[in-house]
């Protein structure tokens, strides 16, 4: 599968963006997506992932309650709602895809097989 991530630029902090992952192929339903961030000096850190179906959300504590991670099959996208955004969100956001039988931990990077371009993210003080 090929990921196209967008959507990202220059907001101010306590502002909104919407990230969209576009993935091509017929088998979109068959992977668990994830949003992955990587700012300047650091490694790359777990933002958030949804089920093949939908139905479980994951976030990382420093994001819960402020992001949103949803999939629309229909248009094999899936998306990631950021507000009341902080300096601290400042970062490359990649998205990324594995299979669904695959028994591994949803939360880690080196559970990923697939991953798109990236694009920047940053929140102005």
């Known amino acids: 599968v090929q990921l196209q991530a967008y959507g990202g630029g220059l907001v101010q902090a306590g502002g909104s963006l919407r990230l969209s992952c576009a993935a091509s192929g017929r088998t979109f339903s068959s992977y668990v997506m994830g949003w992955f961030r990587q700012a300047p000096g650091k490694e790359r850190e777990f933002v958030s992932a949804v089920s093949w179906s939908g139905g479980s959300t994951y976030y990382a504590d420093s994001v819960k309650g402020r992001f949103t991670i949803s999939r629309d099959s229909a248009k094999n996208t899936v998306y990631l709602q950021m507000n009341s955004l902080k300096p601290e969100d400042t970062a490359v956001y990649y998205c990324?895809?594995?299979?669904?039988?695959?028994?591994?931990?949803?939360?880690?990077?080196?559970?990923?097989?697939?991953w798109g371009q990236g694009t920047q993210v940053t929140v102005s003080s």
């Open positions: 990324a895809a594995y299979p669904k039988y695959k028994p591994v931990v949803t939360t880690r990077g080196d559970s990923f097989d697939y």
